[in-house]
C-alpha cells in the first residue's frame, strides 16, 4: 500500500535553512514530488526527483532521496518569509499514469 | 501562472444538487486528473484521464463522474450533492505516458455545499 507521511509543523528563522522531511512507504515508486501551497492558493510545483537519484538541487532547493529508507527531504537554503506555506511530498505510482499520493503537509512557518 | 485553468474558482450551491467543475489543461498536455483536498481527508486523487480515455480511478465516490472532451479539456460532475462534499477540486494535467513527469496543478475550484 501507499502512506505518505509528513511532519505537521516548522519553524525557522529568515535566513536559515529549512529541511522538510516525508516518508514514504510504496518502494515501486519512481517519481517523487514536492508542492507548495499558500493561503487559498493552488499546488505550486517546485520540484521533482527520479527514484533511481540521490539528489537534485534546483537554486534554493536541494531534494535528497534515500531509497533505502524511503526517505525523502527538501532543503531550502536561506529561507524567506515568502517561503512560509504548506510544502507536501507527493509519490506517483509507478508506471506512466503517475497518479500522486500526497502527505498531510507540513506548515512552514518563516519568522523574521 | 500553472497553464491548467479551472472554473469556476468558487461555487455555493445546497444539498441534493448536482454541480459541474471544468479544467482546461495546459497546451499539450494530453492527461488530466483531478483531486480532492478537505479538511479531514487531505489531497486525495480522484481521477484521471488520458487523451479522452479513463485511466485510473481513485477514491471517487459513485455520485461523481467525470470525462475528458476532445479538446482535452475534462470536466468534474458532482451530484446529490451532500455537506460533506464541500472541498478544493483540484485539476492537475501532464504530458502522460512515460515522459509525463511534471504534473501541474491548477487553482482549484472551491465547492461550498449548504
Known amino acids: 500500500g501507499e502512506d505518505v507521511e509528513q511532519s505537521l509543523f516548522l519553524s525557522v528563522r529568515e535566513g536559515d535553512s529549512s529541511v522538510i522531511n516525508c516518508t514514504y512507504t510504496?518502494?515501486?515508486?519512481?517519481?517523487l514530488y514536492w508542492y507548495k501551497q499558500e493561503p487559498g492558493a493552488g499546488l505550486q510545483l517546485l520540484t521533482y526527483i527520479f527514484s533511481n537519484m540521490d539528489m537534485k538541487q534546483d537554486q534554493r532547493l536541494t531534494v535528497l532521496l534515500n531509497k533505502k529508507d524511503k526517505h525523502l527531504s527538501l532543503r531550502i537554503a536561506d529561507t524567506q518569509t515568502g517561503d512560509s506555506a504548506i510544502y507536501f511530498c507527493a509519490e506517483a505510482s509507478p508506471g506512466s499514469a503517475r497518479q500522486l499520493t500526497f502527505g498531510s503537509g507540513t506548515q512552514l512557518t518563516v519568522l523574521p | 501562472d500553472s497553464g491548467v485553468t479551472q472554473t469556476p474558482k468558487h461555487l455555493i450551491t445546497a444539498t441534493g444538487q448536482r454541480v459541474t467543475l471544468r479544467c482546461s489543461p495546459r497546451?499539450?498536455?494530453?492527461?488530466v486528473y483531478w483531486y480532492q483536498q478537505s479538511l479531514d481527508q487531505g489531497l486525495q486523487f480522484l481521477i484521471q484521464y488520458y487523451n479522452g480515455e479513463e485511466r485510473a480511478k481513485g477514491n471517487i465516490l459513485e455520485r461523481f463522474s467525470a470525462q475528458q472532451f476532445p479538446d482535452l479539456h475534462s470536466e468534474l460532475n458532482l451530484s446529490s450533492l451532500e455537506l460533506g462534499d464541500s472541498a478544493l477540486y483540484f485539476c492537475?494535467?501532464?504530458?502522460?505516458?512515460?515522459?509525463?513527469?511534471?504534473?501541474?496543478f491548477g487553482e482549484g475550484s472551491w465547492l461550498t455545499v449548504v
Open positions: 510504496d518502494s515501486s515508486s519512481t517519481y
Open positions: 497546451s499539450g498536455d494530453l492527461s
Open positions: 492537475a494535467s501532464s504530458a502522460g505516458g512515460l515522459s509525463g513527469n511534471t504534473i501541474y
